[in-house]
């Protein structure tokens, strides 16, 4: 459906999108995860044709973003972040105005008109000005301004940034529903929504792709490093790190320090892709020491993010 | 086509859903009833010369303020990135908001029409010249609306828009009373640039393609220049 190649995008020296190879599926639900300033939003910016790419190609379909923007347009509904709607207008006169330059016209156009306000939940706000909507309701008249021309593929930059619990609920829940059928890339910094929504997350740092895949498959990555740990009683700490740090599989042992007396507590952290856990069980069989823990730190789309978009 | 039409509906409707545009329209028609029939009576001419010639530099003022909003307040609120999104190319945003910018000048002529039919009713007054006069004013408009349809293509700020166009446009409405500035060589150049004297040939009645073609050069470069800053963006 969607394909990227080699995408790069400089403001004058500054490199915001360094080189992406992105491929896209029809009906899948993409999350486009990231620190801010990590070239999320420039990155849809280019897919939906507001910015023209320094480097690479887009290719919707069969239409290349250089030769053919306009078809691309057509093919993508698009809400940018905080949806810049324009103010003074009616709900309804805006939508109006939306269908017509998506070639919507007469019968067909009240049609989808009524379609998105039950969709959407704009029912009671048609003929309210935009600008005295609350940040909720604008977030769903841009959605419905997106899911205009019924899109094959839908971009959403953010689209539950500033809303709140409630709100983000109903929206997600809106993307979800549109996600049965549609192409839907959706760029946030909230892990959770990407957890909840994502059928494939990509994470971006500094313009760079890091990471890549389901939800399952990036916690359960093959080149994760597991952290194990240990508590201990009747051992002293440098006997424990001296045993564990032979035991094949284990890259490193860090002594942790003693809340009770007696206590032993180390963390080991596994070699890549390598769960260590029945090694060690077998060393610390042969000794007298008594095992009282033993914990595989659980790997949270949280922990690899940070791990991923630390600043080192 | 189509889109741009849309485009132009949807910016001519706007000026009227706010009330400057009805603040514009009143000042305009005060200022020009005012200078126009204060020496009208004195003068015991019938004819609408003196209306014509208050025309370059009022628009020159009066253009600016029309059109410093049409892409700054977009570019400011971000709704640009929304126009940009839809299936429209930079022409038929281009050509939409200046057909809405010179709709507009045409509105705001049409209320002075009643000065020639009041007057054709207490004197004998030349149509011809008159026509040629609103004509005239169309064209310096549409001229002026390119400007400032460029100068509000280059920042968010709708102030700066609107000073960016009425220097250029002032400077065009009258660089033909300062020629004493100019060496003598650079004189005819200097009159040709001169939106004054275009529009006093056509307000005479005389339609030479020179002058006609001057405004809509003029025109032509703004929004040329307008689709620059678009694709430079």
Known sequence: ?????????????????????????GGEIVGLLGPNGAGKTTTLRMLTGYFQPSAGDIRVKE??????????????????????????????DYLEHVARIRGLDGAAMAQR????ADMCGLR??????????????????????????????????????????????????????????????????ILSEAEATCDRIVIINKGRIVADGSTQELTSGKDRQGRVQLGFMGASTEAVVDRL???????????????????????????????????????????DWVLVEMNQEAQTLETIFRELTRES | ???????FNKEFKDYFTSPIAYIVIAIFLAVTGWLFFSA???NNQAELRRFFTLLPLLFALVMPLVTMRLFAEEINVGSYELLLTLPVTFRDIIVGKFMAAVAFAAALLVPTLSYPIFISMIGDLDWGVSIAGYLGALLMAAAY????????SLTRNQIIAGIVAMVICVFLAIVDQMLFFFPQSILDLVTYLSANAHFTNIAKGILDSRDLLYFLSVAFLGLYATHLVMEEK
């Open chain 1, 245 to 287: 740090k032979g035991v094949p599989g284990v890259s490193a042992v860090t002594p942790q320090t003693e809340e009770a007396p007696g206590l032993t507590r180390v963390q080991v952290l596994c070699q890549p892709g390598v769960d260590a856990r029945p090694e060690i069980y077998q060393a610390v069989k042969a000794t």
């Open chain 1, 124 to 189: 009671g706000i048609m003929h309210k000005t935009i600008d005295t909507l609350s940040k909720g309701l604008k977030q769903r008249v841009g959605l419905a301004h997106a899911m205009m021309s019924d899109p094959e593929i839908l971009v959403l930059d953010e689209p539950t940034s500033g809303l709140d619990p409630n709100q983000i609920v109903e929206i997600r829940e809106i993307i979800r529903k549109i996600g049965e059928q549609k192409t839907v890339i959706l760029s946030t910094h």
């Open chain 1, 113 to 116: 008109l009524f379609e998105l």
């Open chain 2, 145 to 152: 609306a390119g400007v400032g349809l460029f100068a509000s």
């Open chain 2, 1 to 7: 086509m189509r889109q741009a039409l849309l485009i």
């Open chain 1, 63 to 92: 239409h290349s973003i250089h030769q053919d923007s306009l078809a691309i347009k057509r093919l993508i509904g698009y809400l940018p972040e905080s949806a810049p709607l324009y103010k003074g207008m009616l709900v309804y």
């Open chain 2, 40 to 42: 009208f009576f004195l």
């Open chain 1, 1 to 25: 459906m969607i394909h990227v190649e080699g995408l790069t995008k400089y403001y004058d020296e500054f490199c915001a999108v360094d080189h992406i190879d992105l491929d896209i599926k």
